[in-house]
């Protein structure tokens, strides 16, 4: 159960393949047009109900309750190796005035 | 080439539009045909500009009047940026990053490089400048709220003003793919959004991310901040006046070139006009972009095949040539008008010098905002090296939105991420980084070609036989003079008047 007053992400359909518009790709007219925004849960819920929020700015909004306290999940990715090569190649270049090699 | 496939997906606001024009007026009702017909109603509630006075009744519009009498002067400008804490940003010498182009560049060849560092503004790009306007603006109407359509750094430019302001603000953002994978660049920005105290609304792809707007517009009543009004285009003049500013201080000149990230139009358009006020006159307006020709940007699938979301040709070019398919009746983002050469870079150029730029001057930026430094490493190679070349742009770097993360991001997605030939990256399928720094060069787009796609559209939109007002309208569009205008027109009008026989 989750708590009337928690801070939730809601998540729900705009338009059904079938309502959107003609001039479309073929693979984004296969797809619904779909929609996520948070708030405050305005009554007690179980996730996956139908529930309404409170945006903060006081906007109601309804829609399927999909996530509970919602945190950020983006990093600073995996290592990409390139990008010290690439880091001594310049450096090389400008600082010791003398050819790298593109790959070390 | 990329005109005729990308503007397919902003067709349809046009027709909406008609059909809006021609329509009673509409019951409430939250249906997608009902709504997009009440659009002109709706945006004049909420820009509070009545676009008509500056209409003739068919193609050619008062641009110059509108910014005039609409927008606030410079001095007023600049006065509501510095009290908002925007603009005044730095104008560094990148010189290793000059000595780096030396290197690679032909015996005397190689400008001084620099760049404006408008990552320092409040919210960590220039949009802060364009935000700063139509917020104060916004407040001064009394409106209770802001709201922009926006998936680039625009969003948190309106979070950040419109929380100094005191009003509440809604951020709507093409964000996330039907798998409900989103671009970590644009997530990192909803991020920011709501750390600004915005509420965030997200998307999956598609441009009826405009119902959904117009929906929240008439819900809330709050201003519509876009991108495309006089304000939000003026308010970028300061940061040309600026650069001309501080140049004559330092050097008692005017740049010789300046690169303009070019997307919506906003950048170049308010730049160049800042730049003239300001009294460079002679200073070259380059517009560069990132070229992602063969991804349609209405594309569910493509979406996330993207390593750049912004800054791209997908944007630049259909925007450039047809700048009244924005969210308003009359853009006031109008580069063509401005522009004295546009070139493409590969997002691999781009990734390569955002590190050279961290690593070689200490300045660690987002990567979307350095396509003009890719495309003016590139160009002062061509330049003397008495000769300066000026990138008016950095913008904020973080969790998502950094090279490293948007490489790994491309590598995860089936992207190959390689050193190569950038000439050989094909938008979707790879990025090459180059090999060398000396493989940075820009691929020139044929502006005599965007200008002409220009009229080809007013023909097509108004009529074959323009008025001798509409000429001279062309000629301020094109930036040609009214013989080469006539001329095109001329031969336009003659190919749509042959398709129109073999169509009947």
């Not at chain 1, 945006?55 to 990008?83: A, I, Q």
């Not at chain 2, 490493?377 to 990138?391: G, K, L, S």
């Not at chain 2, 023909?459 to 930036?479: F, G, M, R, V």
Request: glycine residues 8%; proline residues 4%; charged residues 25%.
């Amino acid at each position: 159960m989750v708590r009337k007053g928690a801070w939730v992400r809601i998540h729900k359909i705009i338009l059904q393949p079938q309502e959107r518009t003609g001039k479309l790709p073929d693979d984004t007219k296969k797809v619904p047009l779909e929609l996520w925004t948070k708030g405050f849960l305005q009554e007690d819920a179980q996730l996956g109900a139908e529930v309404e929020i409170r945006s903060v700015n006081g906007r109601r909004e309804t829609g399927t309750l999909v996530e509970v306290e919602p945190y950020y999940e983006h990093d600073f990715g995996m290592c990409v190796p390139e990008l010290l090569q690439i880091d001594q190649q310049v450096r090389n270049l400008v600082f010791a005035e003398k050819e790298a090699s593109a790959h070390v | 080439m990329y005109e005729e496939s990308q503007l397919l997906e902003q067709q349809y606001t046009e027709s909406e539009a008609a059909a809006a024009d021609s329509s009673p007026q509409r019951q409430k009702s939250r249906s997608y045909d009902s709504v997009m017909a009440g659009k002109s109603e709706i945006m004049k509630a909420a820009v509070g500009i009545d676009y008509s006075q500056f209409e003739s009744g068919g193609m050619a519009f008062a641009y110059e009047r509108m910014m005039q009498e609409i927008g606030y002067s410079l001095e007023e400008m600049r006065q509501i940026q510095s009290d908002a804490g925007v603009g005044g940003t730095p104008l560094l010498e990148l010189k290793n990053l000059t000595k780096l182009a030396r290197i690679c560049a032909p015996e005397g060849k190689g400008a001084r490089i620099f760049i404006k560092d408008e990552a320092c503004n409040p919210s960590g790009s220039f949009k802060a400048r364009r935000a700063a306007i139509a917020v104060y603006h916004a407040k001064k109407l009394g409106y209770r709220g802001v709201i922009a359509a926006t998936s680039g750094n625009y969003g948190a430019a309106v979070a950040s003003q419109a929380a100094r302001a005191g009003l509440e603000c809604i951020i709507v953002q093409e964000c996330y793919d039907s798998h409900g994978v989103g671009q970590p660049e644009i997530i990192e920005k909803a991020r920011k959004c709501e750390a600004l105290g915005a509420e965030v609304v997200q998307l999956t792809v598609g441009p009826e991310l405009f119902y959904e707007f117009l929906l929240l517009l008439e819900d809330t009543g709050y201003f519509n901040a876009s991108l495309y009004t006089p304000f939000g285009i003026a308010g970028v003049e300061t940061l040309g006046y600026e650069i001309a500013e501080q140049f004559s201080q330092k050097f008692g000149c005017h740049p010789d070139a300046v690169v303009c990230t070019n997307a919506g139009g906003g950048n170049l358009t308010g730049t160049a006009r800042g730049l003239r006020k300001g009294g460079a006159v002679d200073t070259q307006i380059i517009g560069a972009s990132i070229d992602l020709s063969g991804l349609h940007m209405a594309s569910d699938e493509a979406f996330n095949r993207k390593s750049c979301t912004t800054g791209h040709t997908g944007f630049g070019v259909p925007y450039a040539v047809d700048p009244d398919h924005s969210d308003v009746p009359r853009s006031a983002a109008r580069p063509l008008r401005y522009m004295d050469r546009y070139v493409t870079v590969t997002q691999g150029d781009v990734f390569y010098m955002t590190e050279c730029l961290a690593t070689l001057e200490g300045l660690e930026k987002g990567p979307a905002g350095n396509t003009s430094l890719a495309a003016a490493f590139a160009i002062a190679r061509e330049m003397d090296q008495e000769q300066t070349i000026v990138v008016q742009e950095t913008e904020y770097t973080g969790a998502g939105k950094h090279v490293q993360p948007q490489l790994s991001f491309a590598r995860g997605n089936g992207i190959d991420v390689r050193f190569g030939n950038p000439q050989e990256e094909v938008s979707g399928e790879s990025v090459i980084l180059p090999e060398h720094p000396s493989q940075i060069c820009v691929k020139e787009l044929d502006l005599d070609r965007q200008r002409r796609s220009l009229i080809r559209r007013n023909l097509q939109k108004y009529t074959i036989s323009p008025s001798e007002e509409d000429l001279e309208y062309l000629a301020e569009e094109t930036n040609q003079s009214r013989d080469w205008v006539r001329q095109a027109v001329e031969e336009i009008s003659a190919e749509l008047q042959v398709c129109s026989c073999v169509r009947s």
